[in-house]
Each structure stands twice: as C-alpha cells, then as structure tokens.
Nanobody, 133 residues
C-alpha cells in the first residue's frame, strides 16, 4: 500500500516563500505523474502543478512564475517551491498520483474535479499553508 506524506507547510507573510515536500513509501515517485493540489473550505479542489515521469512540468495559471515543482529521485521526494506567496494561496496542499506515466495539461483538472471518484488514486493527508500578515 503506497503512502504519501506532505510536509513543509506553515504560516508565512505575503511575499514570503515555503518549500513543500511530498515523500512516499511503497511508491516510486519518478515512475508516475505526481501532482500538487490545494483546497480551501467551501471551494473545490484545484490543481497547482504536476511533474510527469519524463520530467515535464505543468502549472496552474495562478501560480506560473511563482511556484516551481521538482523531483529528487534519490530521496524519492517531489518538492513544490512557492515564492512570492499571496493570501489567496492559503489552503491545504495535497500531493497525489493516479498512477499515469504521462500527462497533458488537463490531467490536473481531471483529477481535481473527480478526486472522490477516482478511487485508485493515492493522496497524502495534506499540509496547511497560511499566507497572512
């Protein structure tokens, strides 16, 4: 059974930076598309960024130029470097995979829209990011 654990969340002032980490056991992260998603109370889950097994990356328009996704194969960890954080970035951030090897830009939207229905996907428990002065 694969286990995904996110870490690195916290409270940061607007304009600050955080680096989230997604670590896994029972799952080799460089074999699949790994995505970062976020959700705030009362809102739908949304895709933030993803990285394919070949290293192609995609970003939501709202985070382009500010967030960077990367992968450390030796550590079996995927990172999300978040810079120039804004209050609207406040959310619980989740790491997930549905075990696809490759993806198009629409992969994040599809998994975010049907995250309850895609029962074979693996999700972490989430890490809270709060951007506030």
């Amino acid at each position: 059974q694969a286990q995904i654990v996110e870490s690195g969340g916290g409270l940061v002032q607007p304009g600050g930076s955080l680096r989230l980490a997604c670590a896994a056991s029972g799952l080799q992260l460089d074999r699949y598309v790994i995505g970062w998603f976020r959700q705030t109370p009362g809102k739908e889950r949304e895709g933030v960024s993803c990285i394919t097994s070949s290293g192609t990356t995609y970003y939501a328009e709202s985070v382009k130029g500010r967030f960077t996704i990367s992968r450390d194969n030796a550590q079996n960890t995927v990172y999300l470097q978040m810079n120039a954080l804004k209050p609207e970035d406040t959310a619980i951030y989740y790491c997930a995979t549905d075990y696809h090897f490759d993806a198009t830009e629409g992969w994040m939207r599809s998994l975010a829209a049907d995250w309850r229905g895609i029962t074979h996907a693996s999700w972490g428990q989430g890490t809270q990011v709060t951007v506030s002065s």
